[in-house]
């Protein structure tokens, strides 16, 4: 059998000691649902998540809390886990930024780079944010404070907390010889940072022109050691990008680590946040020409999820610091996994910012999910369990051919579906499932099964009307399977087809005709009971 192509996909690994909220939750469904959606349509998927554990910040609040650094970064990976299990994240990799393959992985990168040229020692004197484990310069500060109001206080321009000063020996990356480089590899890659509109962003930022980066600490030592200055430890932002090299073999010498390497790397996507951007689409990048290995082919960053300010009424972006971060399982307990994940990927755009809120939320559940597609499932196997002694109806070969109203509506589905669900428009990809959905809940009330039953001359007729119904339901089971794998895979248990639930083949069985005659059905409990918060 021929092998299947490699898609290799990562979320940014998350800072350690933040609790994950909506807003981490958020990026990580993105990635979840792509690489369900790339593993059915027959590729060999690695799908990483991960955590961001060095840095002086993670130092700072061990000694806080009377642990070690390890003991206390160890501490905190259940909350991750426990939540990406309850999400249904079905990442292949948790990487640990402390992990000993990625330890030796920096320290090749290291070795990468000296041997290369270009990195040097030197002294850095400037600004820091702990909290963003990120340098300002002298006039991002002042930029920051004038527009803030805050002159001379120094304040970090992302989180507005008091900023470091730094002046300490440093190894440096020499950033600004890689301008022309980076500049060239953007025009001959237009699609590198999707959407399209963010990469004016990312150009106007090096066209500005581009410093060259401190990539080593002197004053703690909660990092990865500099190989050849032990003295040093890596920055944390130098350390942290390579680990989704790491993951795919950098710098493991045996001959495993090779062929995974070969055949992983480079990525296919960085999902990321736009706060993160110049990290993913500047630095990295030239990080990787430096030592001469490939580019991941995209960074698809999306908005930020927002809530609305009580005092102010402004939108702000839901973080932990500001206090105003949401727990998934607040969510959770409202919509139910499934229907927390349709929302957020159905309803809020990944390209810019999303307001959310429960009234948006409730709605969304209630007209697709309960009235909906919940609605259809249980009308249509409650009937074809009723009329056919708990089966689905026997059918006559050449039904898949005869005319249908929704046999039109399926047709082309999958292409039109998969254009959009490669390029992450998942509430486009959304609205053509919800297509088909409501033309099968309109098909029930124009042809009135229930009417059809009670006249035995046309039973031939009604087989035919509930074979469309069921089939209509099994493709919509494939098409929403990336968002609601349990529902999905539930409701083709409940009609017997739960063997093509893990399909690699999504286009063939999203062909219409599949459905399998004469198989038990079941009705089974509501999927989405309707919520009704606004009564209550
Ligand atoms: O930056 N809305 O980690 P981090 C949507 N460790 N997404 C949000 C969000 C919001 N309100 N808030 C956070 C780091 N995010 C580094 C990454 S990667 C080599 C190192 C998401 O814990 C968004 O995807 O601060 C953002 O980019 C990411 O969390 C930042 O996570």
Redo the contacts with the bound molecule.
Sequence with gaps: MAQKPSYYV???????N?AP????A???ILADVQARFRRACGYDVKFLTG??EHGEKVELAAKAHDMTPTQWVDSLIPQFTDTWDKLEISNDVFMRTTSPEHVRSVSHLWERMRDAGYIYKGSYDGWYCVH??TYYTETQVAHADEAAGTQGQHLCPECGRALERVEEESWFFKLSEFQDRLLAFYDEHPDFVQPAFRMNEVRTFVEGGLKDLSVSRTSFDWGIPVPFDDKHVTY??FD?????ATAAGFGDPSEEGKASYAFRWPAQT???????IR??CVI?PAMLMAIGEPLPEHVF??????VRNEETGAAE???KSRGN?IAPSDVIDLLGVEGYRWYFMSDVEPGT??AISYGRMEQVYNADLANSWGNLVSRTLNMSAKYFGGCGPELPQDWATRESPLRDVAEGIYERYAEHMGAFAYSEAAKVVMELIHAANHYIEDTAPFSLAKDPERADELAFVMGNLLEAIRISAHLTAPFMPATSLEVLTRMSHEDEADTDDLKAACVWGGLRGGLPVTKGAALFPRLDTKSK
Excluded: Q, R
């Design positions: 990562t979320t940014p690994i998350y800072y350690v933040a909220h909506l807003g981490t958020y990026c990580t955590t961001d963003e484990e944390v932002w942290a990008l390579l680990n989704y960085h999902v990321v946040g736009k706060d993160i990290f993913h990295w960053a999306h908005g930020f999820l927002t972006k839901m973080s971060a910012d999303g």
